[in-house]
């Protein structure tokens, strides 16, 4: 049962004091608990709960208040660290799922060029360019010397690789002497200061049939086929070949024709 109260003045604060019973009031007439302190704006100070910055209200196991410094919580990846007071206390969280993977992103820029690669092997020699027509060099150098005479309608024993006629260079100083149709390459200088004669190609002063024959067979004789140098200088096949079966004269120059020709052609020998 609660006593009357008594109303003193309260100098010191300029607030009035209220005891009622054993309850304790400040700035409220009727006191609800052991110390209640009314106003809206009413502030509460005990200096031996003082501190650096912002502190916390604590309390020990038989009531007496204290304070300490606010708590802190620090999070870095996957680790959340508290820190109370004197105490840190630290939890590393385990990871969580992927999610879901994200759209493509837009192109980046092209990157720097790389360095050269090693070269790469040679590879197999194409087909002669416009250059194909001077030979390729295989038969070395042809020199006639001043006062010298090659004659290539006779023999070829005297060519530095027989009937080849791709030559590196062609040096005349005496004189030379080929059939009709011979066609002599270079891949390098031609200097001509000596002569150079051209023979006809058929022999024995007769009439030869069409073919590339040299001259008209007679009687039971074959006829006269190309020399080893004409051959070796022929391209292209023909339809015709050797020389023709003997004709009579006065049948109209009537009789056989030419053979057929066959070349071989070989990149070794």
Known sequence: MKAGFTLLPLLTLGLPLAVYAQNVGIGVAIPQATLHVGGAASTLRVDGL????TRVLTTDGTGVLGSQAQPTLGISSQTLTLTSGTSTSSVTLP???AGPQGPQGPQGPTGATGATGATGATGPQ???GALGRYGDGSAGALTISSGQTLDLSASLGSLPSGANLQ???ITVLGSLIVPSG?????????TISGAITVVAGAVGGQAV???????PPSGLAGGTGLSALTAAGLPIAGS?????????????????????????YAAAT
């Not at 003082?50 to 910055?53: E, L, V």
């Not at 011979?182 to 031609?190: D, E």
């Not at 049939?209 to 001259?215: H, N, S, T």
């Open 50 to 53: 003082g501190g650096n910055g």
């Open 182 to 190: 011979t066609v002599l390459r270079c891949t390098g200088n031609a």
């Open 126 to 128: 194409g087909p002669s």
């Open 240 to 264: 015709l070949g050797g020389g023709a079966g003997l004709r009579s004269v006065a049948s109209g120059n009537s009789g056989a024709t030419a053979a057929a020709g066959l070349h071989c």
């Open 209 to 215: 049939a069409a073919g590339v024959a040299l001259g």
């Open 167 to 169: 030559f590196t260079t």
């Open 95 to 97: 990871p969580g799922p």
